[in-house]
């Protein structure tokens, strides 16, 4: 994702500075990007580079995109610099988080889904949930999600579609969700092309009446992380007018920023 979002902010003209953090084993490494050498610093250095940086260029926005475990952590790390950031990291303690952020007074895009397109979908589900409660009452939930084996976690899109189903009068347990990270499975089961086995997100939610005489599916399939790293751009340029205009809102997400408008 951080190579996807360099490429992306650079096509859109941003500036992107060569600084970038990972585990203590990847600290010292370079890597390669639009011509740029991003060095990579460990969790040891970390807060002294980082203020460095935000000293140097006051306009920073931070982009996170890691391992659930490292999102609290890191949230209260900018949030002790008083940097602002988009968090596209789903996991950790959500509720610790945002009371970081809250407490802290930093302005912070947060979002588990990135892709502008898929949280337009989202904000639908959403609408229709809070409009039509109970309309799926009776009905079964299937839920399958493919993610490049790397991604640990349940993905947080599926979560939200699911909370929304749950409203929409359905019953479903989250640990209920089939979870495909298998090359194989996902090649020959899901229908995920070869090449993009390392980076995709395909989503099946499948609605059944009591009767069986009903049907319903939603999907939707990602191949890549381009769609995911366009939204960020946005969401560092929608946060950045923010910071600059003072506004007394801190904390947005990914709908906030399609509300906005003027996206590339």
């Not at 580079?49 to 609290?72: H, M, Q, R």
């Not at 229709?128 to 399958?144: D, I, R």
């Not at 409203?167 to 479903?172: D, E, Q, T, Y």
């Not at 995911?228 to 969401?235: I, K, Q, S, W």
Request: charged share 20%; with cysteine; glycine share 8%.
């Amino acid at each position: 994702m951080g190579k996807a979002v360099i490429k992306a902010a650079d096509a859109a003209g941003l500036d992107v500075l060569p600084v970038s953090f990972a585990s203590e084993e990847e600290s010292g490494q370079t890597v390669g990007v639009c011509g740029k050498d991003i060095q990579v610093h460990g969790p040891s250095e970390r807060e002294k580079i980082l203020s460095s940086v935000f000293d140097e260029y006051p306009n920073l926005i931070v982009v996170d995109y890691t391992v659930p475990g490292a999102v609290n952590d890191n949230a209260e790390l900018y949030c002790k610099v008083g940097v602002p950031f988009v968090m596209g990291t789903t996991g950790g303690d959500r509720d610790r988080l945002y009371k970081t952020v809250n407490d802290s007074k930093v302005y912070a895009v947060i979002s588990p889904q990135m892709g502008k397109q898929v949280v337009a979908f989202l904000a639908a589900m959403e609408i229709m949930a809070q409009q039509f409660p109970g309309a799926f009452s009776g009905y079964s939930l299937e839920v399958m999600e493919s993610h490049q084996a790397g991604k640990l976690d349940t993905s947080g899109t599926a979560k939200a579609v699911i909370s929304c189903f749950q409203k929409l009068g359905v019953s479903f347990d989250m640990d209920q969700v089939q979870m495909i990270r298998d090359p194989r499975q996902q090649i020959e089961m899901v229908g995920v092309p070869e090449e993009h086995l390392l980076g995709h997100a395909f989503h099946l939610y499948h609605l059944t009446s009591p009767d069986q005489t009903v049907s319903f599916e939603f999907q939707h399939n990602v191949c890549g992380r381009s769609i995911y790293a366009e939204g960020t751009v946005d969401a560092a340029i929608f946060l950045a007018k923010k910071v600059l205009s003072k506004t007394d809102k801190r904390i947005y997400n990914m709908i906030d920023v399609l509300r906005e408008g003027n996206m590339r």
